[in-house]
């Protein structure tokens, strides 16, 4: 912890960071400014702003759908996007005692089960998109996790942040501007001397700046706030830095920058150039729909009687003194347009549509629109490699440290089960493996039935399809267990039948030779004849 952290004046500490940041604000709010103006608006906008409306509306779709599929794959609905998975030597330990790992399993899932069910209750979902957009355009995001609540996104323009060089945070201070009359009595009565005006009042609508920081200390998140320079009481706390009630987020990571920059930045080119094309192509045709008619003062034709004139109506004129007027652009606008045309596709691209998924044919086949899709999704390996660690890692601890303290949830032995991201980069890796097994299956097929029965383990096969699809098969397919149970119920069944047929067989027989034996009993002389 520093020396400014130590003399308590987090406003200074906030102004002095600002000037490190402003560099990453302006550029942030350049790329708003083309697709989400009030996202990250200007420095001097307020609550009455009229935000400009930008002249093409790919830059907004292309955030709100790239959004949507980061939303849909690293929380996607009624999926867990994490797995709790016990360490190696512990399942060799379980796995010793009989039917104990079937046991572990089942109440880790319920485990899931349960911090799923807290995070869909919360309301989280619609923050989380909140954030990836800001993500997207901005670069930069940071997200509050109260102890009781919802999350709170504070955009760029609300926080500053320090890192160390490996990217770690060790402080981060968030200002928030709030009503005076919103504080509490003691803190209003602490603040009030430095706020009143030559009447020796507060102005009711006096606002206040609230500065919180969280910084890094003996290896834990620990927190105090200040209001006009005065300390909160009661606020400081503190956390184990991986349960941290504030993550810093940044779309992508450059050793020795404390923000990160956003897609848009690496596509504001293109969008630029968008606007600009489209906003003189607009103006153009706006031009161009102009019906003006021009007459000529030396010609018999009277401009009013052809205005007055009714629909139908015979006016006196000549059709020569009377000419539209044409803008004659209709090459130049064709040339703007097909610039349109051309960025609108590489934006597309980018941003994931499903415009660019599908190429202009007559003939396109669902494999063809799969395959391109997954080669947009694979481009985003990178960045789900990002959020996975620094994004639902550090989100999932914290939910499950706020269930815990609440008594929600069971307190696990540490180190024994951790959460492990399964959404994102994982499930583009299983997406790889579904292909390769599909292929190594239809490589196999020549060989026959026959041959693939003596060789393959098709219990093996068919759990690792399972995993590759992201499906919980416990309790789909069954059990080598359930199978043999299966095969001894068939044999003691085909068994019983058998003897059955064979007690059926006996019946007739044996009722032959007891009517036979009756009647050489009946009859005696018989035999001895």
Sequence with gaps: ???????????????????????????????????????????????????????????????????SKLLLSLFPPNSPFFSMRVDDFTAQEIAQEEGARAKVDEAL?????????SIEDSGDRSAHFEALKHMIVGGNVLLHLPKDGSTRVYPLSRYVVTRDPSGEMLKCIIMEEM??????????????????????????????????????????IKSFQEVNGVRVPDSEGQWPKEKSPV????????????????YVEEYLGDLI????????????????????????????????????AENGAAVAGNPQDIVPLQVQKQADMSVAERQIASIADRLAYAFLMNSAVQRQGERVTAEEVRYMAGELEDALGGVYSILSQEYQLPYVNRVIARLTKMK???SLPK?????????????????????????FLKALMPLGPEVLGQFMN??????????????????????????????????????????????KGAVPAIAKEGAAAMAANMNPNQGAQ
């Design 179 to 220: 009503n005076y009359k919103n504080l509490p009595k003691e803190i209003a009565e602490a603040v009030a001397e430095g706020m009143k005006n030559e009447h020796g009042e507060v102005s009711p609508t006096a606002t206040v700046k609230l500065h919180t920081c969280f910084h890094l200390e003996d290896g834990k």
């Design 408 to 410: 929600k949830l069971p």
């Design 109 to 117: 899932g319920k485990y899931e089960r349960a911090v799923m069910q």
């Design 273 to 308: 150039s968008m606007e600009g094309l489209s906003k003189a192509l607009l103006e153009g045709a706006t031009a161009a729909a102009r019906l003006v008619f021009l007459v000529n003062p030396n010609g018999v034709t009277r401009a009013r009687d052809v205005l007055n």
């Design 458 to 503: 098709v219990g093996d096969y068919i759990t690792r399809i399972g995993t590759s699809l992201g499906i919980d098969i416990d309790g789909l397919i069954k059990t080598p267990e359930q199978m043999q149970q299966e095969q001894q119920a068939a044999q003691q069944k085909q068994q019983q039948a058998q003897m059955m047929d064979m007690a």
């Design 247 to 262: 993550v810093a987020l940044r779309w992508t990571r450059i050793d020795g920058e404390d923000y990160g920059r956003g």
């Design 415 to 439: 180190g024994v089960a951790t959460p492990t991201i399964v959404t994102g980069l994982e499930a583009l890796g299983r997406g790889h493996d579904l292909n390769k097994y599909d292929m």
């Design 1 to 67: 912890m520093d020396e400014m952290t130590n003399k308590g004046d987090l406003a200074a500490q906030y102004d002095h960071l600002v000037l490190e940041r402003e560099v990453f604000l302006e550029r942030a709010r350049e790329c708003s400014k083309v697709t989400i103006p009030m996202l990250i608006p200007p420095s001097t906008s307020g609550k009455h702003t009229n935000y400009p409306t930008p002249y093409q509306s790919i830059g907004a779709r292309g955030v709100n759908n790239l959004a």
